[in-house]
């Protein structure tokens, strides 16, 4: 786990929607990382779920409206001191009330004058029937809301508690979660900058049914990607077929076989900034395709010719401009740094992850990783760690070496 993931002071405000059900789970995750809580409850919170709940999950107690304005803690008047104590504000669910109380500046409520008072960043999870979030009402306090520097994550669309289908439910408790570590991440190196990332496998069909691929999970590239967005970056994954879902916040171009992902990264690619080429892209692709299923019956061998792809990278390499930043990887078995070094070459990079893949907890499907990042004048770093240590470690070198402008490329 990155470790500026614990040790951190969160403030809830949850207000009075049946998604508050799902909050208690939110805190047990965000406790579970080694983070504080405090909570504030809305009165019509506490219609769906308790105080003690809340108490209980977060070892302190519960706020509640009728504790604005109490002395019982003296000089620590509530609405200040938990201001001043977060990190980061988040309200879940944000009712169309709430919203309402965040874009007029309502000061009458613990809630209201806690938004006021802090300076924390405040992330709002609106969550309602479709009507009323459509309603042009709520969508200008939306609107205001944002203006005024609060974030407002637009609610999911789906079955709704009330019964109708729509936009309007919570968010997933992950995609809560990935929304509170972009905002407290330490880092905003890449704020303004276009990165494009590439990841998991290709495909290439020799029938609708039989295709020669590699083990990539795009593990190692999804974390590259949403860590490039936890440091501000605006960010496109090519994907390959995966079977885990790609990270929340990114623009996302599903890809199959390895032309597919040629003509999309060259297409993207001229409006990067920084390509982070992670994919484990096929070298060779059948020379004929049938589009039937090719019968076995009354053959006990078949031979099939493969022939070259494009090599992207070596593409990218040969277009890319003097502003533009390209790394790549090298999934090596033997001689790891000699071949990364020569593909780093070649194909015209600025910085290659050579990745051992028979090391164990290293290479394809693995949550581990362990890489050595090299750079043209050979200066060499070692990592090992998550896939997700790995590749914000990556951005640590990137930004040492090419966003400080230290250019020892
Ligand atoms: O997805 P995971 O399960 O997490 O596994 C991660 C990983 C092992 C796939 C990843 O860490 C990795 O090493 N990716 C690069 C795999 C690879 O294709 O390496 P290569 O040495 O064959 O290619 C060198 C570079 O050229 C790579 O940046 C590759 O994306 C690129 N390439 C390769 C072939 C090709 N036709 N076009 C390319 O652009």
Redesign the pocket.
């Known amino acids: 786990m990155l470790e500026w993931k614990s040790n951190r002071r969160i403030l809830i405000g949850i207000s009075g929607g049946i998604s508050a059900y799902k909050i208690p789970e939110i805190i047990r995750a965000i406790r579970k990382n080694g983070n504080d809580v405090e909570v504030i409850l809305t009165q019509s919170a506490t219609s769906f779920i308790t105080p003690l709940t809340i108490s209980t999950l977060t070892g302190r107690r519960a706020w509640l409206e009728g504790d604005f304005l109490s002395n019982e803690h003296g000089w620590e008047i509530p609405h200040i001191s938990l201001a001043d104590w977060a990190e980061a504000f988040l309200i879940a669910p944000a009712t169309a009330n709430v919203i309402r109380r965040a874009a007029l500046g309502e000061a009458e409520t613990l809630l209201g004058t806690a938004m006021l008072a802090t300076r924390a960043p405040v992330v709002l999870f609106p969550a309602m029937n479709v009507h009323m979030w459509e309603h042009p009402a709520t969508q200008r306090h939306v609107e205001i809301a944002r203006t005024l520097g609060y974030t407002v994550i637009s609610p999911e669309e789906g079955e709704l508690a009330c019964g109708y289908e729509g936009k309007g439910r919570l968010p997933k408790n992950e995609i809560i979660l990935e929304v509170l570590w972009k905002v407290l991440s330490p880092k905003k190196d890449l704020a303004g900058k276009k990165v494009l990332v ?4 290709t495909r290439e069909f020799m029938d609708p049914v039989r295709f020669l691929s ?10 590259i990607a949403k860590t490039a967005w936890y440091r501000g970056g605006e960010v496109t994954l090519i994907k390959g077929p ?1 079977c885990i879902e790609p990270p929340y916040g990114l623009r996302v171009v599903n890809v199959t076989t ?1 032309e597919e ?2 003509d999309a ?1 060259l297409k993207e690619s001229e409006k990067t900034d920084i390509i982070v ?7 060779y692709k059948f020379a004929t395709t049938s589009e039937q299923k090719i019968k076995r019956e009354g053959k006990d061998r078949i031979q099939v010719t493969l022939e ?9 390499g040969k277009r890319k401009r003097e502003d533009q930043i390209l ?6 078995s033997n001689e790891l740094i000699e ?2 070094i020569s ?1 780093l070459n070649r ?1 015209n ?1 600025d910085m ?2 050579a ?1 051992d ?1 028979t090391a164990k907890g290293s ?4 949550d581990t ?1 362990s ?1 050595a990042i090299i750079c043209k004048n050979g200066h060499m770093t070692r990592i090992e760690g998550t ?1 997700e240590e790995v590749a914000w470690r990556l951005w640590d070198v990137i930004e040492m070496k090419f966003l400080a402008k230290e250019d020892v490329r």
Do not use: L, Q, R
């Open positions: 590439t990841a998991g496998p590699n083990p990539s999970s795009g593990k190692m590239g999804f974390a995966t390895a992902m040629y990264v080429k992670a994919a484990a892209v096929g070298d070259e792809n494009p090599d992207i990278a070596a593409e990218v790394v790549g990887f090298a999934a090596e071949n990364a593909k194909k990079m290659i992850v990745n893949i290479g394809f499907e693995s990783n890489v896939k």
